[in-house]
């Protein structure tokens, strides 16, 4: 069925890039997002891209699609330990984006001073 | 405007007992849903509805049970609880429209369910 897989953890230095990575099964998904979640909160809609992009880029956040190998990741630029939250990747059902998504585990980002 | 409300936020329940988790959105969403979040498996999705008096299953819709009478409100029914249903549940709103940009999800704060 489908799927969508991250890796759990990741640690990096304050001021170092993040990359948080993602595959997914589905080919025919249209809509592809970023959640972040903070400890205690729900999730927060970081940013999102479509099938037919290759890249995005908002302000530290970049957003890279590989559709032949079905991976997409998230670039954090200048981590600050603000940013340490679990991130999830999730894929629309198919071409549908009528809020069926499909959530990867989520990768718990720890910034270190 | 709230955004998407969850109450309790907390919640301990003995196994057999019965409850529901209340969600209510103040956006004119036509589209709400319920995930559980367990530890290293993502959200999983239980019901959904796409609009007032219709509602449908998601991945994990056994033990559960949803009704959407209103636009604004979408409770969630335990029936009998079960320790398999200790988990986190969120509820989440979106507007079905026909671009993208329209459609993200906004979620609830969530409600830690702990089933004894």
């Known amino acids: 069925g489908e799927d969508v897989e991250q890796s759990l953890f990741l640690s990096v230095r304050e001021g170092d890039s993040s990359v948080i990575n993602c595959t997914y099964t589905?080919?025919?998904?249209?809509?592809l997002y970023w959640y972040k979640q903070e400890p205690g909160a729900g999730l927060q809609l970081l940013t999102y891209i479509f099938s037919n992009m290759d890249m995005k880029q908002d302000q530290r956040l970049t957003v890279l699609l590989n559709k032949k190998d079905k991976h997409l990741s998230l670039r954090i630029a200048d981590t600050q330990t603000g940013d340490s939250a679990i991130y999830f990747c999730a894929v629309t059902r198919g071409s549908s984006n009528t809020g069926k998504l499909i959530f990867g585990q989520g990768t718990t980002l720890q910034v270190k001073p | 405007n709230a955004g998407v409300t969850q109450t309790p936020k907390f919640q301990v329940l003995k196994t057999g007992q019965s409850m529901t988790l209340q969600c209510a959105q103040d956006?004119?969403?036509?589209?709400m849903s319920w995930y559980r979040q367990d530890p290293g498996m993502g959200l999983r999705l239980i019901h959904y509805?796409?609009?007032?008096?219709?509602?449908d299953q998601g991945e994990v819709p056994n033990g559960y049970n949803v009704s959407r009478s209103t636009t604004e409100d979408f409770p969630l029914r335990l029936l009998s609880a079960a320790p398999s249903q200790t988990s986190v549940y969120f509820c989440?709103?979106?507007?079905?429209?026909?671009?993208?940009?329209?459609?993200?999800?906004?979620f609830g704060p969530g409600t830690r369910l702990t089933v004894l």
């Open positions: 589905d080919s025919s998904s249209t809509y």
């Open positions: 989440a709103s979106s507007k079905v429209g026909a671009t993208p940009s329209t459609d993200t999800q906004y």
């Open positions: 956006m004119n969403h036509e589209y």
């Open positions: 509805s796409v609009g007032a008096g219709i509602t």
